[in-house]
């Protein structure tokens, strides 16, 4: 019973724990303060830490905050309530954000905005209440009490009437974002902040349109020389819609851009009327539709002398086949010293119309359609133009010739800055010419594969990444910074060819390790990017890495990037935590140490064994324990097909074959006798040999001397017989000493012989020729079988 009780409880405290994690689940929270709650489905405010500084609400379906929901985050300073169903707002409810510096209640229910919500959010810098039902603002003033507020985002499709005093006493404006499509009234100095705002973005959509007038009033609140003015979602298509300009000259603005826009050669042309002798230096349009073929020469009598910069993106323009002839935009294009024209279908400018382009310093058209068919008459500098460039951008474009491109700008004797990123190059002359000044080449993501001198040495900042790269010799003195990520180099370039570098991104190459001696040939390198790359993680570089490295540069892209590609057991771990043991640190050391004791020591065993004869005595004990197996007792004697089996040595053969056997086989009785060289079967190993002659023989005779105990062969007979001398039949050996020898000169390994010379009498050979006969007499007798 009492397990059942325990295993409920775990069961329950497990539960428990489990419905725990998955509450504070809904949102997340990490160790900067920072709690991400969006997108949970909340109806209300979740508990989250108190000491929470960032709180992420949006994307939920929060309809109202009361008093206490935020009344415990005192600390916090970012609160996201973007996207959800807001229709109540305690006058309370951000009491005690007094850190608060960032709220965003945009895109909820909010049909009044209270000046008591904001009365304690002292610390508000950012404030969005765009997309909120609310239809009016003021005349009571709201933000007053929001004495540090920088950015304000306001406004909606209901809003209706703006009054005077509803924005009051924003002093302190960097920024204003203002929705106003269907506002029908709006009261004099509404948006005008005593200081003027740092950029002011309109969203007033067809307002310009409908009710210029309205417009107006408010352009001429916004207008300022040193307020940048952006106009947002407009449709201009008539004379009319553009006659809120006229307040844009007046207030002098000096910066204008249009964003999200749609405009005809009519509007245009009249626009350009209204700013006849605008301070205007600076016109962008962004993401505009244009419908025309630029037929604007109606306006070529006003006068734009301000005019400095264009900045052009996203064009579409409809039928910009029609636009080339620009000639009749002289009277614009002269002015500028900066154009970009950036993604607007720019595929020619034609050679007659670039003399127009005589002040330009910059000239970004990069994405766009330019070939090498049309970049030629595009920089044609036959009549004085580009004589000013200085920065020349051409990135995403569809050329092809580099050799081309290098022959066209050299015309170009300022040119400082050349970004020829994203074409298809390929490949590069031997030889290219460049312009002296030239400083910073971007050469990234070209295709290119090989580099040759084609390159100007004059640079001081060489963009080549996202190429195909393997290797880089060339000689740079003055280059500072160098980019080579995304390439296929194994090693560091040699550090001697840029003498003033420093700066080296080398990122995404396939770089195995660096170490001391190729980072110390760069002299006067400060900064290395060199993550993901295939690093062999071996102990030199992880220790170098570990420790020296950050003496001799400053890793920019952070050390975690750099991680271990091999050995595959370290695949993905960041450098930084590996840790490596002695073993594999001194592997090959260690290993070396290792073979050479196995072979000293199998050096040693094969030592001992030779002096111990350990080899020959493990022959005959083989060969002793084969002869046991068989059945050795009782053999008959027609199995005994020699008298005797003769051992000798081969120093001794003489005597053997030509007396012994003479003498024993020749004259009668004779005696067979079986000799090694003459009846041993060949092919076998010869201690079968030896053991099979010894089985089949009734006796063994051995022919001692000096040369006999040190043949090795004379060994295994002697041995192998004395093994049958004491098994069987106690007389089967007879000696016959050929000369003397001393009992002492018998190395002592040869006991057995030893003994046997000792307990058996043996036949001397003698030296005197009348003694022999006896000698014969005594061996035959020694021979001869016992009759049974
Ligand atoms: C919060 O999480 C959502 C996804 O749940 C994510 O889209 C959003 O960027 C996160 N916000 C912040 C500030 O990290
Ligand atoms: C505020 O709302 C929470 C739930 O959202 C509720 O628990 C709490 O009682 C409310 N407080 C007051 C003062 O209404
Ligand atoms: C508001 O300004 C317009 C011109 O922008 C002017 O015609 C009008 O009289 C002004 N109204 C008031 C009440 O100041
Ligand atoms: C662009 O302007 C149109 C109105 O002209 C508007 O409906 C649309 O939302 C705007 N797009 C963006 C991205 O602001
Ligand atoms: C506006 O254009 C119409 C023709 O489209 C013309 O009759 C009228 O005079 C123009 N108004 C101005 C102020 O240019
Ligand atoms: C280029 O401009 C077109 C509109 O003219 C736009 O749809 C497209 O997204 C732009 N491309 C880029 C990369 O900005
Ligand atoms: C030209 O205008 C571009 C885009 O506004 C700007 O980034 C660049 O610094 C300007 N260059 C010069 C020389 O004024
Ligand atoms: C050139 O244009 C590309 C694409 O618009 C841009 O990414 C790059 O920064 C520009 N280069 C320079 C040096 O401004
Ligand atoms: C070179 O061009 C690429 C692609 O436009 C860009 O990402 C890179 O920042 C440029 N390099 C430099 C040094 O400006
Ligand atoms: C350092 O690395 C280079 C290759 O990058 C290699 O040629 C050189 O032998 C290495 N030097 C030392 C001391 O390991």
Redo the contacts with the bound molecule.
Sequence with gaps: MRLVGTMTAIILIMFILAQGLECSQTCKCDQMYFCNCSSNNLHQVPTVPSDVLGLDLSFNQIESINMTDLSSYNELIILNLHKNKLRHIHRDAFKSQHNLEVLDLSLNNLNNLSPSWFHKLKSLQQLNLVGNPYSTVGPAPIFSSLVNLRTLHLGSPSLRELHKNGLDVLTHLDEMTFFGSNLRSYENGSLKAARPIGSVSLSLQNLFESDPELVSKVLQDVSHPETLLIIKDVTMKTNTSTEPFKMVKEGGTKSLTFQNSSTTDQALTSFLEFMDGSPLSFIGLEDIQFVGIGEWQKAKYTHHDSLRTAYLRNIEIEGFFGFSSMIELGFLLKHFHNVSVINATVFVIPKETTFLLKNLEYMDL?QNLLTDLTIQPTLYTGSGAYQNLNMLNV??NVLKSLGLMSRLVTNLKKLKYL?L??NSFVSMPEKCSWPVTLR?L?L??TKLSTLTPCLPSSLT?L?L??NDLKAFKQRFPHLT?L?LTGNRLMKLPDGKLFPSLNTLLIQRNALRMFNQSSLRSFKTLLYLEAGANNFVCSCKFVSFFKKDVEDLITLQDGRQNYVCNTPFTLRGNAIDSVRLSVFECYMIPAVSVLCFGIITALGLVVLTCHKLHVIWYLQMTKAWIQAKRKPAVGRLPEELRYDAFVSYSQHDAEWVEEILVAELEDTQPSFSLCLHKRDFRPGRWIVDNIIDSIEKSYRTLFVLSEHFVSSEWCRYELDFSHFRIMDEHNDSAVLVLLEPIKKETIPKRFCKLRKIMNSRTYLEWPEDEDKRDEFWSNLRAALQRDEC
């Design positions: 990069s990135s995403q970004d990123s994203y910073f971007n990234s993501s900042v963009d990444s996202e910074t980019i």
